[in-house]
């Protein structure tokens, strides 16, 4: 018997006992969530009035992902301290519900545009919580060795689902029309709710968690971080500058390529599977230097992109267009393994929701300046003004983490006692990690 599968990174992650069970809920619901990309517009267009379908898209779009930022601080209290699966389990539950008021509405006939709105909205509330416990279940169930790995394993459970969610929902959307692709993403969240409440009862892994933190403490803690400080910078300029491209990709296929719809598509389904083939690397990349990667990855998204912004031909920018999506890839799992290391299992939760409300304002806030940059100089303009600041932004990053590492620090006195509660083992194992 060959054994790969064992001496794979990702052989402890899949094996695990508790995980394993988890696994196949997070894909059902991942799979959910890739339809819910072409639902949830789709029947915004439906329910908008006439004249206004691009604005109640718009609002439907950012209704399904925004408000995490407000739950992040308005249920800070009443959901620091829990642990990873009781906080990814309450998203679900939530998302569930909100979202199978929907198609009960629609089959009421009570469902207008607002409520629509309001619906999804509510439906986001706590995902900024329930990412956070996913990423937290894995600190607490597996060491730092394996962190990595199973980000990656979880980052590519939603690649996967980008590239085959949409194509079958807009199959679905054929046959039963939207609201009931809705309904499909309703039931894979009380799937995923399922699976956290009987595939991971209350066991003595779940470790013990500080209640006397305030409610912004994870923003708190980012901020007494510096490396954690420069890396949420560093991403939030990095999503809000590929913003752009969303507004810019279309327009560049029809206008400047004479494309249709079809080569869109191809473009995304390209980044896509580079996604994917970028998602399986980076459980192996566990040995390399997080912060180093990270900001290689940002610089080698630049020079991927570059080939779309000049203007090169499809035979080019579209294999240029995968590269991109396979270097785009690791890079929220290494940003969640730098996370995982620098904060314990008590802290995380709140840090990594405070990451997650900071960094779901980045790419819609830069789509909405794509607008009026594609309307002043051009869709193909804008796809190399933003492939050339995401380069310039990855080499500042670099510059300046050289020159930071070749500035001595100060010595600090170690002191038997700390006045910073929230100061743990793992911030220490995170300044070790920095060198």
């Known amino acids: 018997m060959p054994r790969f599968p064992r001496t794979s990174p990702y052989w402890p992650v899949v094996s695990h006992p508790l995980l ?71 998203d679900a539950i939530l998302r569930a519900a909100a979202l199978a008021a929907i198609p009960i509405a629609y089959l009421t006939g009570t469902l207008t545009i607002g409520l629509y709105a309001v619906l999804l909205a509510a439906s986001a509330l706590l995902h900024s919580w329930g990412s956070a416990g996913r990423f937290t279940l894995i600190a607490e169930l597996l060491p730092q060795r394996h962190h990595l790995p199973a980000n990656a394993v979880l980052t590519t459970i939603s690649g996967f689902a980008t590239v085959v969610g949409p194509p079958l929902a807009g199959l679905l959307i054929g046959w039963v029309g939207p609201a009931w692709v809705i309904a499909a993403d309703a039931a894979t969240f009380a799937v995923l709710a399922l699976t956290y409440r009987l595939a991971l009862p209350a066991t003595g892994t779940i470790r013990r968690y500080e209640h006397s933190a305030p409610r ?117 799992s290494m940003s969640m393994a730098l996370y995982q290391r620098s904060a314990s299992t008590g802290q995380l939760p709140a840090v990594l929701a405070a990451n997650s409300a900071v960094l779901v304002l980045a790419v819609p806030l830069g789509t909405m300046l794509g607008g009026p940059l594609v309307g002043a100089i051009g869709p193909r303009p804008t796809l190399l003004l933003s492939s050339t600041a995401i380069l310039a932004l990855g080499l500042a990053a670099a510059g300046f983490a050289m020159l930071r590492q070749s500035t001595p620090s100060p010595v600090r006195v170690p002191r038997r006692s700390s006045s910073r509660p929230w100061r743990s083992q793992g911030e220490r194992e995170a300044e070790t990690d920095q060198h």
């Open 20 to 90: 394993r069970r988890v696994l196949p809920g997070l894909a059902v619901s991942a799979l959910g969530d890739g339809m819910a990309v072409v639902a949830v517009p789709w029947l915004a267009r439906q329910l908008a009035p006439t004249g206004q379908h691009g604005l109640w898209i718009a609002v439907a779009v950012a209704a399904y992902t925004l408000p995490s930022a407000v739950g992040t601080l308005a249920f800070g209290r009443l959901l620091r301290g829990r642990g990873g699966a009781r906080l990814a389990g309450w």
């Open 216 to 332: 912004t403490a994870g923003f708190a803690f980012i901020r007494r971080q510096p490396t954690l400080l420069g890396l949420l910078v560093l991403s939030v300029a990095f999503f809000f500058l590929f913003g752009p491209v969303y507004v810019a990709m279309p327009l560049h296929v029809t206008d400047d390529l004479r494309g249709s719809a079809t080569l869109l598509g191809a473009y995304y389904t390209a980044f896509g599977i580079g996604g994917l083939l970028g998602g399986v690397v980076a459980g192996h990349l566990r040995h390399w230097p997080l912060r180093a990667t990270i900001i290689g990855i940002v610089i080698g998204f630049g020079v991927a992109m570059l080939p779309l912004g000049v203007g090169a031909p499809v035979g080019l920018s579209l294999p240029a267009f995968a590269l991109a999506g396979l270097i785009w890839a690791p890079y929220m």
